[in-house]
């Protein structure tokens, strides 16, 4: 079956900081791969995407390239503030045995929390 | 705001209560999620809509019991439940059939379940 494996937290670092958070997964065909993040008290919300081999998502600063090579899609930021502080989800998304039925896969989440 | 609604943020019950958990989402969106986040383990797929019929059930005890009357509403049942079910029970919607692979899924903030 799929499967997501990305590096446990929690992780701390000083403000401005580089980050780097691990993400490999496991899936039969082609899947699509997000990264999600949970701020606290909140649900998740999608950071960025990438749905095919070589693409790399962006938002907010952060980025994520697609490596079908090494089936990953490690996460980075250059410079990372206060706010970043969250709970960040590596998931892929696949088809399931029927039309329409598909459904995101996650991994453990990371707990991310970024001291001034 | 996600555009994706969770009553109630919090509950506790006891193990012979019957509570439900209801979600709300007016997104125009025709797939809806149940996910249960229990800490330090991946998210787990517990339940998927599409066009309002029931399309995964990933081996979910009995005690919990899906409704989705309308492409807009999804309810958790509960009854009986044990204390390893207290976890963040979250609800989620994305446009519908065979897009999941392209789009994002819209999450709500969760209930906190605590059972006691």
């Known amino acids: 079956g799929n499967s997501v494996t990305q590096m446990e937290g929690p992780v701390t670092l000083s403000e401005e900081a580089f980050l780097t958070i691990n993400c490999t997964y496991t899936?039969?065909?082609?899947?699509?791969l997000f990264w999600y993040v949970q701020y606290p008290g909140e649900g998740l919300q999608l950071l960025l995407k990438?749905?095919?081999?070589?693409d790399k998502g962006s938002n907010k600063g952060f980025e994520a390239t697609y490596r079908k090579e090494t089936t990953s899609f490690h996460l980075e930021k250059g410079s990372v503030q206060v706010s970043d502080s969250a709970v960040y989800f590596c998931?892929?998304?696949?088809?399931?045995?029927?039309?329409?039925?598909?459904?995101?896969?996650f991994g453990t989440g990371t707990r991310l929390t970024i001291i001034p | 705001e996600t555009g994706v609604t969770q009553t109630p943020r919090h509950l506790v019950m006891g193990m012979t209560n019957k509570k439900s958990l209801k979600c709300e989402q007016h997104?125009?969106?025709?797939?809806m999620y149940w996910y249960k986040q229990s800490a330090k383990k991946p998210l787990e797929l517990m339940f998927v809509?599409?066009?309002?019929?029931?399309?995964e059930n990933n081996s979910v005890p009995s005690r919990f019991s899906p409704e989705c009357p309308n492409s807009s509403h999804l309810f958790l049942h509960l009854h009986t439940l044990q204390p390893e079910d207290s976890a963040l029970y979250l609800c989620a919607s994305s446009l519908g059939p065979g897009t999941l692979l392209n789009t994002e899924a819209f999450f709500g903030q969760g209930t906190r379940l605590t059972v006691v």
């Open positions: 997104l125009g969106h025709n797939a």
């Open positions: 899936a039969t065909g082609y899947p699509s």
């Open positions: 998931a892929l998304s696949s088809r399931g045995s029927n039309f329409g039925n598909e459904k995101l896969t």
């Open positions: 809509y599409s066009l309002e019929e029931r399309v």
């Open positions: 990438a749905t095919k081999a070589d």
